[in-house]
């Protein structure tokens, strides 16, 4: 155990603070101040190492928190990244953005905050690379199997790398030109610089995993055509299709998917040349949506330079503690203030959009919107009498995405999608074609990092057994976990 009294000596959490809105709005970098070491060691102390870790549930990886919690603290810096890696084979990705459902259920909050699980995670991570300490484990012998990973965003990425050290040839195929999927595309670098993915890919390649990038599986090479090159086809290709708005206007100038808007900056952030970018300055913004991408819409505006930025939402605000039917453990459903939302903006609850009004030009002008009223029957629908016009000159579709792309799946391989539009796939990941297995969000739906990584590692293992008759590899997650495993 870390310090046996620490959480009774320190009661409160303690992260680095974010730099100041006017001054990070400037530029692109991460929003955090570096952390204290001090700090650190003081919050590592407050984990009581619980004889249950109920964080170990919270975490669909399984991190083995408390263990490396008494290891920062006692300073074993290079041992707690080993307990880290052991588990998770991209804590800089989840140590700054994963929305931490360990903390949810964290025994100590119970009755006071969490211990700082995640910024404890990254340090650890950032305390390694700065030290050198992450380096390439390439297998000692190779097995001859080959296996194709489609798709380079966390699941591909987790996958292919424990295939790599388990022996196989690996190669990652993608269809853009630079590897990383919502990482590289996705995500700003306000939340997390592309340094970060660029160190763990220098790893990958020094371990012998195969990079194609610009090479569209179904398009290129049919995807039957790649099931007879490899001995198995991990399928990792995500939940791309975004869920649209199907109101009138619709059409206008100026009505985007939040990832045509995200993707287009993250182009002129690696200094490519985008020629009439999607841009927000000077413009009244609207972003429809509330999640993560909503949230990385608009600290985009900000720094595009928006003259307003509303953010809507059709449903209730969440309430700002834990809901009552949703106990400790449980990852509950609250009110966030991202470091997005804390630049500025308005976020409305309750808000229905009714249609896009646009000028003569045919842009988006305005958005005409009414009061959300809940039917008995659960639907949601605009109360009448209080529509409303909204000004907007850029408007922002971030409603989340419906599931994987499936036309070219279908017609070249044998798959099967779930009622819910993603995958299908048996407890072993494997599809209906034998040796095609499937992770991350192309089989569980738009979900987090965290997930991803958890099934790509799982998957793997699957993978490993199907060619070799045994495996050694860990599996974290079933196909079926949902949630909190409690
Ligand atoms: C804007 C945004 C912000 C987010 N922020 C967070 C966050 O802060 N924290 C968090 O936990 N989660 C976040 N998420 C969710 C998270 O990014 C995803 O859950 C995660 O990336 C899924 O990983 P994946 O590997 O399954 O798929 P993806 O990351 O989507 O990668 C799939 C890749 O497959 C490629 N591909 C698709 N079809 C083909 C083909 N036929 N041939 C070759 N390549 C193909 C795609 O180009 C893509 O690069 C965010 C999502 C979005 C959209
Ligand atoms: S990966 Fe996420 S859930 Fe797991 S320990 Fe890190 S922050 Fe917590």
Known sequence: MADPK????????????????PVRILDWKEVYEPGDKAVLTRQAGRCMDCGVPFCHQGCPLGNLIPEWNDLTWKGEDRSAIDRLHATNNFPEFTGRLCPAPCESACVLGINQPAVTIKQ??????????SNGWVEPKPPTRLTG????????????????????RAGHTVAVYERDDRIGGLLRYGIPDFKMEKKHLEMRLRQMRDEG?????????????????????????VVATGATVPRDLSIPGRDLAGVHYAMEYLVEQNRAGAGDDVPNQITAEGKHVIVIGGGDTGADCIGTAHRHGALSVTNLAIGTKPSETRPEHQPWPTDPTVFEVSSAHEEGGERRFLA???????????EVRALRVAETEYLPDGRRVPKSGTEHEIPADLVLIAMGFTGPERDRLEDQLSTQFTSRGAIERDDRYETADPGV?????AGRGQSLIVWA???GRAAAAKVDEYLMGETFLPAPVQPTDVGMHV
């Open 6 to 21: 620490g959480f009774l000596k320190v009661t409160e959490r303690e992260l680095p603070a974010r730099r100041p809105v």
């Open 145 to 164: 199997k080959t296996v194709a990973v489609v798709g380079s965003g966390p699941a591909g990425l987790a996958a292919a790398q424990q295939l790599t």
């Open 352 to 362: 229905s959009t009714v249609e896009f009004l646009g000028n003569e030009a045919g």
């Open 453 to 455: 990584i958890a099934e």
């Open 437 to 441: 297995f499937v992770a991350g969000d």
């Open 120 to 129: 404890i995670e990254v340090s650890i991570i950032d305390e390694a690379v």
């Open 209 to 233: 995993t195969r990079f194609r990038a610009g090479v569209t599986i179904g398009e290129d090479i049919a995807w039957d055509e790649l099931r007879q090159r490899y001995d198995a086809v």
